[in-house]
C-alpha cells in the first residue's frame, strides 16, 4: 500500500499503524496549507523574523537561511518550524503582497489573469473570446454590449487595422441585422474609401482618396461648378430665334430656330453638354446690343435629349424641357453692360445639351444684322462622366 496520496502527497493511515492520530493530523496540516492556497508573498528570498502560524510564501532563487535550497517550495510556519512542500505543476496560488492569482509552471511560479490581477499570461494564444456572446471561427472577438470603450493609458490611443497585402481588405463594416450597410478603409486596394449599400451586396463607393497623392474624388456625386457661357448671338432683322453653334472662329451664335412664336426643335441646336443626374442651380449672364435698334431681347433656355443612335439628327427623336422662359428680358437697347441673374431648379433625365435660345422682343426694328454680345456662366452640380 502507498505511503501517500498521489496529487497531494498527504499521508496516509497504514494497516495495523499505531497511534494513527499522528499520520491523521500531518494529512490535515497538509490540506489545511494547500487548500485555498494564499501566501505572504511570492519569490520570497528570507525567511522573516518572526512569522505567524499558518503564513505561507513560495521561495525564489537564491534564498538564504532555512529556506536556501528550495527554489520554487512553499514554505510554511507550522508548530514553531518550517514545513516544506514541493508544488506540482498548475497548483495555484493567491499572493496577498501582489494581490494577484499566480500558477506554478513546473519552474516558477507564473501570474495568470484568471480570478483578477494584473497578469495576462492566461489570456495568450486563446483560439476566441466572447464577452457576453460566444466567438467564431471568423469573429474570434465578440462583444454584445450597449458600448465598448478603449481608453488611452495617459497619452493617446490608436485602434490598428493591419492587412497582409495590398488586395487584401482592412475597413469598418457598419450592419443593419448583420447585412452590410456602410464600409470605411481599405478595401482592396491602399486608397481610403467609403462606400453604402442598401442591401449588403450591392454597394456604391462614395468618397475615394488617393494613397499616393492624397487627391480626393467623388464618383457617384455631382460636382458644383460655373459652366462658362460665351457667345455672340445674331439678331437677325425677321426677329427669328438663334441659338448656339460650333463656330472657333468667332463663337457666333447664328443657328436658325425659326420665326415662330417658339422656337423650332432642332437637334443641331448645341450648348453645353450635361450628362445624366446633373443638377442645373441657375444662370448668371452678363451682355450689350451693339445697337439700338434692337429693343430687347426675349430668351428661353433649353435642355435638348433624345436617341444617342444613327438616328439622333432627326428632329422628331429630339426632346426639349423649357428651364425658362420670357420675352423682354432686360438686355434693353444702348451700349451699357447689363446683366440677369436667373435662378433655375432642373435635373438632365439622361445626356444632352444646354442652351440659349433668344431673338429682339417684339416691336424691334432692326435695318441691318445686329449683334448681343453675351458672356456668363451656368451653375451645375455636373454628375460624373465615368
Not at 136 to 146: G, Q
Amino acid at each position: 500500500m502507498s505511503q501517500t496520496s498521489p496529487s497531494l502527497a498527504l499521508p496516509l493511515i497504514q494497516a495495523a499503524q499505531a497511534q494513527k492520530h499522528v499520520t491523521h493530523n500531518e494529512a490535515v496540516e497538509l490540506l489545511d496549507l494547500l487548500v485555498q492556497l494564499v501566501v505572504q508573498a511570492f519569490d520570497a528570498t528570507t525567511p522573516p523574523g518572526t512569522a505567524s502560524e499558518g503564513q505561507a510564501w513560495t521561495i525564489g532563487a537564491g534564498a538564504s537561511g532555512a529556506w536556501s535550497g528550495r527554489t520554487g517550495q512553499i514554505a510554511s510556519w507550522r508548530g514553531g518550524g518550517w514545513l516544506f512542500v514541493i508544488p506540482s505543476p498548475g497548483w495555484r496560488a493567491w499572493g496577498l503582497t501582489e494581490a494577484e492569482i499566480r500558477v506554478y509552471s513546473g519552474a516558477n511560479w507564473v501570474a495568470s489573469a484568471t480570478g483578477g490581477g494584473s497578469g495576462l499570461s492566461d489570456f495568450n494564444n486563446l483560439d476566441g473570446v466572447g464577452i457576453n456572446a460566444t466567438s467564431d471561427t471568423i469573429n474570434k472577438l465578440v462583444v454584445a454590449a450597449e458600448a465598448t470603450l478603449l481608453n488611452h493609458d495617459g497619452a493617446g490611443h490608436q485602434l490598428k487595422l493591419n492587412k497582409s497585402a495590398t488586395a487584401d481588405t482592412a475597413s469598418l463594416l457598419y450592419q443593419t441585422g448583420f447585412s452590410g450597410r456602410a464600409e470605411m478603409g481599405l478595401a482592396g486596394t491602399d486608397d481610403f474609401a467609403i462606400k453604402v449599400s442598401p442591401d449588403g451586396s450591392s454597394f456604391t463607393e462614395a468618397l475615394r482618396i488617393d494613397a499616393t497623392n492624397g487627391a480626393v474624388t467623388m464618383p457617384t456625386s455631382p460636382v458644383r461648378q460655373i459652366l462658362p457661357y460665351q457667345y455672340r448671338h445674331y439678331l437677325y432683322s425677321d426677329l427669328r430665334w438663334t441659338a448656339p453653334v460650333a463656330n472657333g472662329g468667332s463663337w457666333n451664335a447664328s443657328q436658325s430656330l425659326g420665326t415662330g412664336a417658339e422656337p423650332n426643335v432642332d437637334w443641331d441646336a448645341r450648348g453645353l453638354f450635361l450628362p445624366a443626374g446633373s443638377q442645373v442651380h441657375g444662370l448668371h449672364l452678363a451682355g450689350n446690343l451693339n445697337n439700338a435698334e434692337p429693343d430687347d431681347l426675349d430668351l428661353r433656355i433649353y435642355f435638348q435629349h433624345g436617341a444617342w443612335d444613327g438616328s439622333r439628327n432627326t428632329n422628331g427623336e429630339t426632346s426639349r424641357d423649357t428651364l425658362y422662359s420670357q420675352n423682354t428680358v432686360g438686355i434693353t437697347a444702348g451700349t451699357a453692360m447689363q446683366r440677369l441673374a436667373i435662378p433655375l431648379s432642373y435635373s438632365t433625365p439622361e445626356d444632352g445639351y444646354l442652351f440659349l435660345a433668344l431673338r429682339p422682343s417684339a416691336g424691334s426694328i432692326l435695318t441691318n444684322t445686329r449683334y448681343a454680345q453675351l458672356s456668363g456662366g451656368f451653375d451645375v452640380a455636373c454628375a460624373r462622366l465615368f
